[in-house]
């Protein structure tokens, strides 16, 4: 089996190398500054234990690759990108090659069925950085993440077994899980955060704020019928199987959505994380100020290309009781 990695930045390059260092067929979808960088010195990898450069397959585009009868996809960019390059996907692949969608949020899955045959979900716990264009971090010790899989909606099958198994072969801790949208949508909770780590610096007001957005989003998930995971299943299921360490003598510096305002992409995904509990909550008829506030603050200075965490946590909570 060959494994197309698209979108081959900080979750999609790291799985990309330790597949790769099992001896597994890999071709990376990147771009920019990152695909030059990956195809003219290889992939840089650094990992609490060591770095290293893995001579990776790398290409711009899906119609660069000639596809195979024996290929997967695993779809790792953010979820504002997934649109277009599920487009990009089906113009060179077809419809029917298999999908799995290892991102953040539940949206990805709608946007793939409308477009092809064997679409699947991916929870992904992994620690992942891409700031430097052709270099990825992972701060993640023992296990290198938790990849479980599923059938979308629900259900398993030989492909799910086989994909779960050659990740947990090189260091993931992956197993087919009928039910996974109950955890995504479980994290998804979890990382309504991540807007507010990229927007804000720490403080006092953390707890209060995210125990707002949480609070909002189980009333949503409720008006909706949604059944997700709880966190203590959650805990369960990462264990002790993760530990963070320092690379090269430096701890993870934030989370996907702070690692979009340093880069100054000019995008975030809180259209579907806060978004995804705002819109809900508009169907529904439940207020979510604090999600609302989240989602217009990160997209605001993502498309200002703002300083990261220059927005201080009393000016949230100013604008969350004004919403």
């Known amino acids: 089996m ?32 990152h695909l030059a960088a990956i195809q003219r010195n290889g992939l840089r990898y650094e990992t609490p234990e060591k770095p290293m450069t893995l001579p990776i397959a790398a290409v711009g585009h899906p119609n ?23 487009d990009d996907l089906r113009a060179a692949a077809g419809d ?19 477009r092809f045959q064997n679409v699947h979900a991916m929870m992904v ?15 993640a010790s023992r296990k290198t993440g938790v990849l479980d899989a599923s059938i979308y909606p629900t259900g398993s099958n030989d492909l ?8 947990d ?10 039910t996974v949208m109950r955890f995504k949508y479980g994290k998804l909770i979890m990382n309504l955060g991540n807007a507010m780590a990229a927007v804000s610096p720490p403080g006092d007001e953390t707890k209060e704020i995210r125990g707002l957005m949480r609070r909002e989003a189980e009333a949503c998930f409720q008006a909706a019928g949604i059944d997700y995971a709880s966190p203590a299943e959650e805990k369960a299921r990462r264990g002790d199987l993760m530990k963070s360490a320092p690379v090269a003598g430096e701890d993870r510096g934030g989370g996907s959505s702070w690692q979009s305002l340093v880069r100054g992409t000019g995008n975030i995904e809180a259209d579907y994380l806060n978004g995804e509990i705002v819109m809900l909550g ?5 207020p979510t100020p604090a999600n609302l506030t989240l989602q217009r ?3 605001r200075l993502a498309a200002e290309r703002g300083a990261p965490q220059s927005i201080p946590l009393q000016e949230l909570l100013r604008q969350i009781d004004q919403t």
């Open 125 to 139: 716990y992994l620690p992942a950085m891409a700031l430097e264009p052709g270099v990825v971090q992972t701060h």
């Open 160 to 167: 799910v077994a086989e994909v779960t198994g050659a990740l």
């Open 169 to 178: 072969k090189v260091n993931f801790s992956a197993v087919p899980n009928p």
């Open 2 to 33: 060959r494994y197309i990695i698209y979108g081959a930045g900080g979750v999609g390059g790291v799985i990309g190398a330790q597949l790769f260092q099992g001896d597994v067929e890999v071709v990376l979808i990147a771009r920019g500054d």
């Open 282 to 286: 508009r169907q529904y008829g439940i």
């Open 64 to 86: 660069e690759i000639e596809f195979r009868p024996d290929d997967v996809v695993i779809l790792t960019m953010k979820t504002q990108h997934t649109e277009a390059a599920l």
């Open 297 to 299: 603050l990160a997209n």
């Open 96 to 114: 029917e090659i298999p999908i799995f969608c290892c991102q953040n949020g539940v949206a990805n899955e709608r946007m793939a069925q409308r």
